[in-house]
């Protein structure tokens, strides 16, 4: 009876162990994810369908850290349907980020319309180049308004997942340093 008792405990043991919710990839891993994304209404904003999967090095901020928290919950070939409220995604549109500009030679051979989304080249404070999607909101004959806010701002987003491939840090220092191991990754690709 006694080695029934333990025989029980161990099981249970291993059971919680198993049903952990813990995430199960770790830092400095490389994900290749296929996903839908929509809105409430059910529109489309974004796909891997007919595309390749997104990959990224999970722990390096390269999407929403609540995008990266779900994936880093599932094992190869789960998926997973969550929504991201529009605060912790890419936050709500501020009436600040919506600015008349004078319609001069920064906007030479921009196709001017409303609704039209056009690219800035910005500097981080780091002094990397980063483009900055911006909208045009109305066009006047000396001005436009142009609305800097992300075109999600204010948008709660609904994701379809499914976990494609796991490459783990090929290191233990990989773990601390995944940015280091992505660029190391990408070389070894366009060299081979």
Do not use: W
Not at 11 to 16: G, P, S, V
Not at 70 to 98: C, H, M, N, R, W
Request: include cysteine.
């Amino acid at each position: 009876m006694k080695n029934f008792k333990y025989l029980v405990l161990a099981i249970c043991a291993f059971a919680i162990t198993s049903c952990a919710t813990g995430p199960k990839i770790s830092s400095g891993s490389i994900v290749k994810v296929d996903y839908k994304g929509t809105l409430k209404d059910g529109t489309v904003f974004d796909t891997t369908e007919g595309k390749k999967p997104l990959a990224f090095l999970v722990g390096s901020n390269q999407v929403i850290p609540a995008f990266e928290e779900a994936v880093a919950s599932l094992g190869k070939g789960q998926s997973k349907k969550f929504t991201i409220k529009a605060e912790d995604a890419y936050g709500e549109a501020d009436p600040k980020k919506i600015v008349t500009l004078p319609k001069d030679d920064r906007f030479k051979g921009v196709d001017l319309k409303a609704g039209t989304v056009i690219f800035a080249n910005n500097k981080t404070p780091e002094g990397k180049s980063v483009q900055t999607p911006m909208k045009v909101v109305s066009v006047a004959d000396k001005e436009v308004t142009m609305d800097y806010n992300h075109p999600l701002a204010g948008e709660d987003l609904t994701f379809n997942i499914t976990l494609v491939e796991v490459k783990e840090p090929a290191t233990p220092e990989a773990t601390t340093e995944p940015q280091a191991q992505a660029t190391e990754e990408a070389e070894t690709n366009q060299a081979s």
